[in-house]
Nanobody
Framework: QVQIVESGGGLVQPGGSLRLSCEVSGFTIEYYAMAWFRQGPGKEREGISCIGSSEGDGDIFYAVSVKGRFTISRDDDRSTMYLQMDTLRLEDTALYYC??????????????????????????WGQGTQVTVSS
């Protein structure tokens, strides 16, 4: 049975940091592209970061909105993915989700495709962890 559980969210002041964790059971995370999405109040779900499968190119993707501030990583032995979030801004307030790509050996962004993370390609989702940035 597949389980994806996010943790690490909370309330933080602007400029602060948080580290999100995504613990996975039921499949081997290194074989699938794993991504972080977020959905803020009144906004669409946004793919913000991804780490590609070790069976593919192993690419890493960051959305422009988080590039240079967030760092994605994966510990295959612990079957856990992380998102280190630094220099947080008010607009980072959102529910953050972890998701697994539907295809074995997947890359975050396939050659010739737009540089984005379509939510429809991700078949397994966690319940989310809330991040609130507020002074």
């Amino acid at each position: 049975q597949v389980q994806i559980v996010e943790s690490g969210g909370g309330l933080v002041q602007p400029g602060g940091s948080l580290r999100l964790s995504c613990e996975v059971s039921g499949f081997t995370i290194e074989y699938y592209a794993m991504a972080w999405f977020r959905q803020g109040p009144g906004k669409e779900r946004e793919g913000i970061s991804c780490i590609g499968s070790s069976e593919g190119d192993g690419d890493i993707f960051y959305a422009v909105s988080v590039k240079g501030r967030f760092t994605i990583s994966r510990d295959d032995d612990r079957s856990t993915m992380y998102l280190q979030m630094d220099t947080l801004r008010l607009e980072d307030t959102a529910l953050y989700y972890c998701a697994a790509h539907e295809q074995y050996g997947s890359n975050c962004v396939e050659k010739g495709q737009d540089s984005s993370l379509p939510p429809g390609l991700y078949r397994q989702w966690g319940q989310g962890t809330q991040v609130t940035v507020s002074s």
